[in-house]
């Protein structure tokens, strides 16, 4: 009975295909697929009616099936195709069967379904394991990205450096905060270090708190920090939760921050005289003689 | 414009997606990027508690109107332990968890209108409003 089921459809598999074109070209027209080309539609259509009449032929999950969900994920298919095109692939396979048969009970009916979803199942959970495992897989590869970017620390001279943070500031990354901010300071051996917070885009208390324990730290291990980027609002926003910052000197830009920092490490910006002076007292020198 | 959006707290970052609705529904109202920043904080403190301590809660905005004023209310409510001493976390620097202790207070502070409502073992209701000026 079970390798009968296999042989109709094996052996009709022309005109199973033919319909279940016919029906997922239907489906095309109203969906998500529309921007796809015709050519590569149907190229694409074919192939993943053979992988699925290869897996049916061999009994299993094959190697083909691999290398087709691997492409498509490749080249950004949506899966909501694939798990579309097995279910058109079931429906169209059992009316196929049942229009074969000659006596058709409930018994009948019910091994014929059983026979096709064992059929189709494993296919639809390889290829939902093969998305979600992509996904998943750029998901984690997202994180550590994000991850290297959430806590920088720029040396931008000698004994001051720069962190600079822009986005919301979670626990987790509060705590990168501090290891970085502390061991940038022993490695750069910063004297003074400015935590610009113009890309923060909220400041709460708890913000508020893990910026002023990684300041205390900071100063335990004998440096100076210095809180830059504050806008007016949140400026405002600060007064009005009643947070007390008086510990660490603050500074709206950074540009002022920094300035204090060369005041700290005793260095001062000096304009050098520009070419043209130079050129303007060499004349006058000339003129005299 | 009563219409009611509410956000469910669940994971730390629910308590972005809150502020993020929160700060969309406020520009539409037409509060002032200060008065954002304000209400924006406020509902950071707000489901902030909610993860802290109750772990599981929603924070609901809604577009309000009363006679020739308009405004933005928040309501969070959650299903946690209670605040055993109402009197005591609207004081300044009480925290049990180590931290600034300037949440609820300042939140206060931040908006107009403050409304506490909580029970031991009943859960915790807070409604604040903030007017547009």
Redesign the interface.
Known sequence: MDTKLKDIVLENSNDIVRMWLEEVQSKKNQDYTSTISNELFDSTNREFVNVIFTSIEKQGLTSELDDFSERLINLGWPLSYLTDGMQVFRRVTIDFILTQSEKVDSEYLSKVMKKVDDWVDPVINRLVNEYSGSWEHIVSLQRVALQELSAPLIPVMENITVMPLIG?I??ERAKLIMENLLDGVIKHNAEVVLIDITGV??????V??HI?QAAEAVRLIGSTCILVGIR???A??IV????DLTKFPTKSSLRKGFQSALELTNRTVVETDSNDNNIEKLIDTLDRE | MDFQSCVNIKKEWDIVGARQLGRDIAKKIGFGTVDQARIATAISELARNIYLYAGDGKVCFEAIEDMNKRGLSIIAIDDGPGIEELSQVMEDGFSTSGGLGAGLPGVKRLMDEFDIVSEQGQGTEIKVVKWLR
Not at chain 1, 201 to 206: I, L, Q, R, S
């Open positions: 919301t979670d626990t885009p909220v400041v709460d208390t708890m508020a708190h002023i007016p609002e949140i405002q926003t009005n939760l009643g947070i």
